[in-house]
């Protein structure tokens, strides 16, 4: 089972969970981002020094088949075997390919996620799935692959941009009414204008166990796992089309406005509070802005729904809610209820 560690001290973490690992050649794996302002906090130790270390370029957009590509060749020609260690120190985008490429290679080989970014920290790096974008669409390619370890420190959040903080948040929006009352209000009372570090350190804890508690009951999705997948059936249409106008936006805020329109789907079909809906617009509307769009793009947010890989043959399926805490997967909309959902979401300001 993974084991999350959460470090104030990432080289002290690090050493001693490469010392607890048979390995027989350890490798990194960097964004240009990371190589140049995290890479530094692991230099020093020995076993990183001893590392051969392989750069791709950063952003969602280089999560590809040629990056895949790329580090499959460096492990090979380096000399990686089934008994190699690889380690992604980076965001998202770096957890997830190159845990992909950790399923992958000469059939699997073990690694260690050490993300960088809050998304990376409450979202990729936890929970085994791993993937490429292809085709545009996004994750369509990739395997079930757990890290050993993923190490949470802390001495990354400090230097992340507001925007970089709101987009790991909109998954800790969506762990929150997953899970309670509790969190929920926890999560909007936290004051996201003001940082308090130490708070948030905490936080991110409480929405990565959320996370691991419903992973660890279903490993490959088959069942509860589908619960995660709330708000991201619309949000992963908002980011596709985003990406296909070649207007990327952060994966956390399209998930947070997914969550606006399933949790209106919701209130119309499980019968989720008015009340509840009413108070995570306005706190997503507050802090993500909102995302224009027109009823002519509908037909092209239809046909991203449609490629979802939680559907069944051609029935978009959707994670929705009865209230907080209270889940219901495998849930279908037709196209004129979702269409509702996104003239709900467009008419607000």
Same mark, same amino acid.
């Given at each position: 089972? +993974?084991?999350?560690?959460?470090?104030? +001290?990432?080289?002290?973490?690090?050493?001693?969970?490469?010392?607890?690992?048979?390995?027989?050649?350890?490798?990194?794996?960097?964004?240009?981002?990371?190589?140049?302002?995290?890479?530094?906090?692991?230099?020093?130790?020995?076993?990183?020094?001893?590392?051969?270390?392989?750069?791709?370029?950063?952003?969602?957009?280089?999560?590809?088949?040629?990056?895949?590509?790329?580090?499959?060749?460096?492990?090979?020609?380096?000399?990686?075997?089934?008994?190699?260690?690889?380690?992604?120190?980076?965001?998202?985008?770096?957890? *997830?390919?190159?845990?992909?490429?950790?399923?992958?290679?000469?059939?699997?080989?073990?690694?260690?996620?050490?993300?960088?970014?809050?998304?990376?920290?409450?979202?990729?790096?936890?929970?085994?799935?791993?993937?490429?974008?292809?085709?545009?669409?996004?994750?369509?390619?990739?395997? &079930?692959?757990?890290?050993?370890?993923? $190490?949470?420190?802390?001495?990354?959040?400090?230097?992340?941009?507001?925007?970089? $903080?709101?987009?790991?948040?909109?998954?800790? $929006?969506?762990?929150?009414?997953?899970?309670?009352?509790?969190?929920?209000?926890?999560?909007?009372? &936290?004051?996201? +204008?003001?940082?308090?570090?130490?708070?948030?350190?905490?936080?991110?804890?409480?929405?990565?166990?959320?996370?691991?508690?419903?992973?660890?009951?279903?490993?490959?999705?088959?069942?509860?796992?589908?619960?995660?997948?709330?708000?991201?059936?619309?949000?992963?249409?908002?980011?596709?089309?985003?990406?296909?106008?070649?207007?990327?936006?952060?994966?956390?805020?399209?998930?947070?406005?997914?969550?606006?329109?399933?949790?209106?789907?919701?209130?119309?079909?499980?019968?989720?509070?008015?009340?509840?809906?009413?108070?995570?617009?306005?706190?997503?509307?507050?802090?993500?802005?909102?995302?224009?769009?027109?009823?002519?793009?509908?037909?092209?947010?239809? +046909?991203?729904?449609?490629? *979802?890989?939680?559907?069944?043959?051609?029935? $978009?399926?959707?994670?929705?809610?009865?209230?907080?805490?209270?889940?219901?997967?495998?849930?279908?909309?037709?196209?004129?209820?979702?269409?509702?959902?996104? *003239?709900?979401?467009?008419?607000?300001?």
């Amino acid at each position: 089972m +993974q084991q999350i560690i959460k470090s104030n +001290q990432i080289a002290n973490h690090l050493t001693a969970v490469l010392n607890g690992i048979n390995y027989d050649k350890l490798f990194v794996l960097t964004d240009k981002h990371t190589q140049n302002l995290c890479y530094p906090l692991i230099s020093s130790i020995p076993a990183i020094q001893q590392a051969k270390r392989v750069t791709i370029a950063a952003n969602d957009s280089n999560k590809t088949l040629e990056n895949l590509v790329h580090v499959w060749s460096f492990l090979t020609n380096n000399g990686a075997t089934r008994h190699s260690l690889l380690i992604n120190l980076g965001g998202g985008m770096i957890t *997830d390919l190159g845990g992909f490429a950790a399923a992958t290679f000469k059939r699997g080989i073990a690694y260690i996620n050490i993300p960088t970014t809050l998304l990376g920290a409450v979202d990729a790096s936890v929970g085994g799935k791993t993937g490429i974008n292809f085709g545009g669409y996004k994750n369509e390619i990739g395997a &079930f692959h757990a890290p050993l370890h993923t $190490i949470i420190s802390t001495e990354f959040f400090n230097t992340l941009t507001q925007k970089d $903080i709101l987009s790991g948040y909109g998954e800790m $929006i969506k762990h929150a009414l997953l899970d309670s009352d509790e969190t929920w209000e926890k999560i909007l009372n &936290f004051n996201l +204008q003001e940082i308090d570090y130490s708070l948030l350190n905490d936080l991110v804890m409480e929405s990565v166990l959320i996370k691991q508690r419903i992973v660890e009951q279903d490993p490959h999705e088959k069942n509860i796992r589908k619960a995660l997948n709330l708000g991201h059936t619309i949000g992963h249409a908002l980011e596709s089309f985003a990406l296909e106008n070649n207007k990327p936006v952060p994966h956390g805020y399209a998930v947070a406005w997914g969550l606006i329109a399933e949790l209106y789907l919701s209130h119309k079909l499980c019968g989720f509070p008015k009340k509840t809906l009413d108070k995570a617009s306005k706190f997503i509307l507050q802090h993500y802005g909102t995302y224009s769009f027109t009823q002519k793009d509908y037909d092209t947010f239809y +046909q991203f729904m449609i490629h *979802d890989k939680k559907n069944v043959g051609n029935t $978009i399926n959707f994670t929705l809610l009865s209230d907080t805490g209270e889940v219901k997967i495998n849930q279908t909309a037709d196209r004129g209820m979702i269409k509702e959902a996104l *003239d709900y979401f467009s008419r607000l300001d």
